[in-house]
């Protein structure tokens, strides 16, 4: 076994007859100690079971969601494990990495950085879509049937990652998505730091861009707060939508009225994103 398929456990604790569990390992696509969560939920204890992957926003770790979400319920009487990774590498204080919330650490956009010096750690697209599922297949008892949600940068990833592995996830929502990170001030900060100048490979992590390249037909279900402060400056869902209608991908977008950005909101509708995709987790290919 080898070093990344190395697990210590950090913590378990019990809730609604399964188990949240945190646990340490080196992760190669990162070059750093990473941890994660994951919520086995009691079907795990009787055989294997599919599993709804979850990435978080900017300054969150792998812990916001499994504490403030609401989710553990729903997961359990579903039967659908939650993997939470972390929002980037952890513990190395490269230059610049702590000095603001929305680039650096707790801020990796789920991508692989080709900047130095953040190439040879910033892997976060590596680390979620092969590494760690790799590692997650050998120690628990999930079944190889998968999906993906997120929030805000979280939110992102998800479509991104749906977006450019056709067929990977039975299925792909967000709260609040950064949908067009190369035109905001967030991803436009990101890419320039972890990309550079490459219009190109910039595109290739924008989900409205490559819903116009045709990437994939995978329908997309999105909730967005209309009281977000971040709606207007960050998250342009009309970009989306708009994409979406020119190119006649399959969308479900719900605005709502009164919810901002916070976990309030996604312990709101959480329940209904965990039916959706465990719906299609547990139907037949």
């Known amino acids: ?59 969150c770790n792998d812990e916001n969601f499994m504490q403030k979400a609401g989710a553990l319920k729903t997961a359990a009487e579903l039967g659908v494990a939650i993997v939470c990774p972390d929002t980037s590498p952890r513990g190395l204080d490269l230059p610049g990495e702590h000095e603001s919330y929305d680039f650096g650490s707790g801020a990796g956009f789920y991508l692989n950085a080709k900047r130095e010096p953040w190439s040879r750690h910033y892997r976060m697209y590596d680390y979620v879509t092969e590494e760690l599922p790799s590692v997650v297949r050998l120690h628990f008892p999930v079944n190889g049937r998968e999906s993906i949600s997120g929030h805000s940068m979280g939110g992102h990833g998800a479509l991104v990652l749906a977006l450019r592995q056709p067929g990977r996830y039975a299925a792909v929502s967000a709260f609040a998505p950064i949908v067009n990170p190369t035109q905001v001030p967030w991803g436009q900060k990101a890419f320039e730091n972890y990309l550079g100048d490459d219009v190109g490979l910039r595109t290739q992590y924008d989900a409205c861009e490559l819903v116009a390249k045709g990437s994939s037909r995978q329908p997309l279900f999105i909730d967005q707060g209309e009281a977000d402060n971040f709606l207007e400056e960050q998250l342009k869902p009309e970009r989306l939508e708009a994409v979406c209608e020119e190119h006649d991908h399959p969308l479900t977008l719900r605005r709502h009225p009164g919810y901002d950005h916070s976990y309030f909101f996604i312990a709101s509708f959480i329940d209904e994103h965990l039916r959706y995709h465990a719906e299609r987790l547990y139907s037949k290919r």
């Open 1 to 59: 076994m080898s070093m990344s398929e190395q697990l210590e456990l950090v913590s378990a604790t019990k809730s609604f007859g399964g188990w949240v569990k945190r646990y340490k390992h080196y992760s190669r696509a990162l070059d750093c100690d990473m941890i994660f969560a994951i919520y086995l939920p009691p079907q795990a204890e009787e055989g294997r079971v599919p599993l709804m992957w979850w990435l978080s926003g900017l300054t």
